[in-house]
């Protein structure tokens, strides 16, 4: 019964908690505590450069997905009605 409805689960999932934090920041950030980066050289600056770019990314995805929701749902039935 879910199944229709797949592409929107998995899109809303990935666009709103699973990209940035787990992929993005949480790895950059165990990086420059190992490798123990000082604060504001230029490898600090280019990985914080990255996850915030990444971060506008994310946020840009998970604004797209949801202005085109109301847009999918116009007409239609829902399954065994």
Known sequence: MLLPFFNDVV??????SGFWPLTVY???EMYIVQKK????SMLW???QLLSL???VITV??????????PQDKT???P???
């Open 26 to 28: 949480f790895p950059v």
């Open 79 to 81: 399954i065994g009605a």
């Open 53 to 55: 770019g990444c971060l």
């Open 60 to 69: 840009a995805a998970a604004a797209g997905r949801d202005h085109r929701r």
């Open 45 to 47: 600056v280019c990985l």
């Open 11 to 16: 899109g809303r999932c990935s666009a709103r």
């Open 37 to 40: 980066v000082p604060k504001w």
């Open 75 to 77: 007409g239609g039935e």
